[in-house]
């Protein structure tokens, strides 16, 4: 698994800063990222931007964003950020945004799959008229990863395709947070994703990254089972002074490649 979902958490005070306290950010690694799906509403017209985002006192990247008026009446946003957090198990996870946002809710994810934070590819819809459904594409890696995420200004359930859902949030009577991964993706151009609802839902939007994995260390890897999950370590082979890694080969019919 490249991408694995924690939980998400909800909070309603009515700021423009908003604090979900000792999150759990998972088994701390030195390449370990934390990847947020964060959603909010306001009320009026002005637009409603996620300014900035910490993981533990660490600072996030935005990584795609989108804000859409709804009927005029008020401002939703949605938006994907990623940090490296090396340390701790949990942590505070703080989001400001340009105004007061009456609610905040967001989804956390971690990796420790990847060589950078850099994204492969980004995409975002969003719809200012009624609709039952919301959909968009994504370019993938081969063994990488997506997460998506979606906002529907009202209490639906929402239903996935393309995607995997990881968690679906009910904000009171305002709006339905829900979010979605893909771990071990194929190279695939302009995947389709898209989300439904029955009958017909306030505006919404959709905004969905994706990730390449870093790339093995040369020689085989093989997968050891270290009491939580399966690992991929490097295969050793004894020199006679010191253990070097080295290449596996396979027999292709012919010859050893």
Known sequence: MSVEFLQAAIEDNGSS??????????????????ILEIAARA???TALDLVSVSVGGVSARIVVQDTIGNRNVSRNTLAIAI????????????????????RCSIGVSRTTALASDVEFDTASASTSTVAASQSLTLDTSAGGFAVSSHLLGDTLAATWSGLTETYETSVGNFYTHT????????AETARPIS????G????????????????????????FWDGTAWVAKPVKWWS??????????????????
């Open 17 to 34: 800063s908003y604090t979900f306290s000792s999150q759990n950010l998972g088994v701390a690694a030195s390449n370990r990222y934390i």
């Open 43 to 45: 009320v009026g017209i």
């Open 83 to 102: 940090a490296l957090v090396p340390i701790g198990t949990s942590g505070d996870i703080v989001v400001a945004f340009s105004r007061t946002a009456l």
């Open 179 to 186: 979010g979605a991964n893909l771990s071990d993706t194929d």
């Open 195 to 198: 989300v439904s609802w029955p």
């Open 200 to 223: 017909t839902g306030e505006p919404s939007s959709i905004v969905a990254a994706s990730w390449a994995v870093a790339p093995p260390p040369s020689g085989g890897l093989i997968k």
């Open 240 to 257: 006679g002074s010191a253990w070097v890694v080295k290449p596996l080969k396979r027999w292709n019919g012919s010859a050893w490649v």
